[in-house]
């Protein structure tokens, strides 16, 4: 049983086609951390092995993602940094994640330290497990209201802030689903959109390269799966299942993105919006959609024929 | 900036408690009830109207003019505002001060800044023993912000003192942060004899030392992070009066491995 989109176009720009539908996202709890190093190089690596592993709150605990490179100016300790965000369903949640990864990822990485990157009134936990490595010999030292702990470690101390700040206005969800004849260009037109995405402050796509080839619905005919492939948004299901794709569709790719305001969420959609349609159709794009459960489930909901360029 | 100036007329009326004369105690009073506050520390009960000369109108400065070193407690327990001091103090200038700044534009006796908890202390010229130190019968000497001398201080300096940050453009006396708890005393001037006896924890910072504590363990020559962001701190709050920046590789000693040893000497020559 094949059947054509159901889904309404509301309006068809470069020859794109934009469906007339939203993605819907959900509230989350934010936080942002700076990671510096000697080198640039080392911040990099530090980051990205902080954020790995971290595409989902539904399998990862968190998710996370390098927000933007910071100059030595821009950094507490004058050296080469990178600001990460970590997002997950609430401080209760986020707060073992934070403490997990930066124990096991930025505290072991050569050179490292670890600062709050986030200014809010609303705090969580940053050295609470990584300066007990210090055995005792950890000391701290309170410049204004930042407390900073020194953890002798064998390249020198290992300095983390007392505190990271917390947002619980974050949203995660906010997503566009690419859809194209191509599949090389495809993934060219959706590396760009990502591209456009990480000059947005304050949001970060936490799936690899930004772009996530496994679309999800909620729940599965398996017992204990909380999602399973989206069948209709599946180009090789197109004639077994009730298909949101026409015939001229051979892959779709979806961007996610989490911000830590609502705000960034739709500037950073609407900016890739606008990527996909600058270059899209030479690539063989012909369509946008977006991912949402009816409206029913997220608080948050981005009308992709709001955010047309 | 509106506030009161009070000039020193009657040099001569021995030692003066001025610990009264801070701008939230004066706050609601006129001239009047001013001029008849205590300020004298013997059996005449000397009162303000009787060596100052007192003009301006209430506000968040008081101006002292004239003071000699026989005047104590200036800018004591000082809460919001500004106390300036055209002249010398006695001692316990800004005792447990919590916030505001108190100015000495010439030297000040003992005690300076003991038990401070917050707010800026500025003194152009010297300071004598014990200045962010602990006063008798409390627990912890300075447990916040922030005092800069631009000449020498004295001994103990630091006493007890678990949080805060001490500047001195010159050198300390002997023994500077003794039984310190936590915090900084940085020196410019270089560090007087034996720093840190009992030191706990806290850091003492100086180009050189007198004599080291023999109690202090030579851990050698560090890149220490925390000094760029000291350095940045004292950039960002203290502006023009901040000290120079660290250096980043600096010569570490650890103690007083007599006690915790957790404290730290650290020579930036």
Not at chain 2, 57 to 78: I, P, Q, R
């Amino acid at each position: 049983m094949s059947t054509a989109s159901s889904t309404k176009t509301a309006a068809t720009v470069n020859g794109i086609a934009i469906d007339d539908t939203f993605a819907e996202a959900f509230g989350m709890s934010g936080t942002g951390i700076i990671i510096t190093a000697d080198t640039a190089k080392w911040a990099a690596i530090c980051a990205t092995v902080l954020t790995g592993f971290g595409t989902s709150v539904i399998g990862c605990g968190a998710e996370c993602g390098i927000d933007c490179e910071l100059s030595p100016s821009e950094t507490p300790d004058g050296r080469p940094g990178v600001r990460v965000l970590m997002f997950g369903f609430s401080p209760d949640s986020l707060g073992p994640q934070l403490k997990n990864r930066v124990g096991q990822c930025v505290l072991t990485s050569p050179g490292s330290a670890c600062f709050n990157g986030l200014d809010s009134p609303k705090k969580l936990a940053l050295s609470s497990g990584p300066r007990f490595f210090g055995d005792g010999w950890q000391t701290a030292k309170k410049l204004g209201k930042k407390r900073y702990w020194r953890v002798p470690v064998m390249d020198g101390e290992f300095i983390i802030e007392d505190k990271a700040g917390l947002t619980t206005d974050a949203v995660g969800g906010g997503n566009l689903l690419i859809c194209g004849r191509d599949r090389a260009g495809l993934l060219e037109t959706t590396e760009a959109a990502v591209a456009a995405i990480a000059k947005v402050p304050d949001v970060i796509t936490p799936f690899p390269g930004g772009i996530v080839r496994s679309g999800s619905k909620v729940g599965s005919k398996y017992k204990g799966a909380m999602a399973s492939t989206n069948g209709a948004f599946c180009p090789v299901l197109r004639g077994a299942v009730q298909s949101e794709l026409g015939p001229e569709v051979i892959a779709v790719l979806e961007i996610v993105i989490d911000g830590l305001t609502s705000d960034a969420v739709k500037q950073s959609m609407r900016v890739g919006l606008k990527a996909v349609i600058d270059v899209g159709a030479a690539k063989g794009v012909t369509r946008v959609s977006a991912g949402n459960y009816g409206g029913k489930l997220g608080a948050h909901h981005y009308h992709l024929k709001d955010l047309l360029p | 900036m509106s506030g009161l100036t009070f000039k020193l007329r009657d040099a001569s009326a021995g030692r003066l408690d001025l610990s009264a004369l801070v701008p939230h105690k004066l706050a609601g009073l006129d001239m009047r009830d001013i001029a008849q506050i205590v300020v004298g520390k013997t059996r005449d009960q000397v009162r303000v109207g009787d060596v100052f000369d007192i003009s301006g109108t209430s506000g968040d400065t008081l101006t002292f003019v004239g003071t000699t070193a026989a005047c104590d407690g200036l800018g004591s327990e000082l809460e919001s505002g500004t106390v300036i001091v055209e002249g010398d103090a006695g001692a316990y200038a800004g005792r447990t001060m919590k916030s505001g700044r108190l100015d000495i534009r010439g030297s000040v006796g003992d005690f300076l800044a003991a038990g401070l908890k917050g707010g800026l202390v500025t003194v152009k010229g010297a300071a004598g023993n014990f200045v962010g130190a602990v006063l008798t019968g409390e627990k912890n000497g300075m447990a916040g912000g922030t005092v800069i001398v631009d000449g020498d201080i004295g001994e103990r300096a630091g006493d007890r003192m678990r949080r805060g940050t001490i500047i001195t453009r010159g050198k300390t006396g002997a023994s500077a942060g003794s039984r310190m708890l936590g915090g900084t005393i940085l020196a410019e001037g270089g560090l007087g004899a034996t720093p840190g006896p009992l030191l706990r924890r806290g850091t003492l910072i100086a180009p050189s030392v007198a004599r080291m504590t023999d109690t202090f363990g030579d851990c050698g020559r560090h890149e220490l992070g925390i000094l760029v962001i000291m350095s940045k701190h004292f950039s960002t709050t203290l502006g023009t009066l901040a000290p120079r920046p660290l250096p980043k590789i600096v010569h570490r000693f650890a103690g007083d491995l007599a006690t915790s040893g957790k404290g730290e000497i650290l020579l930036t020559g």
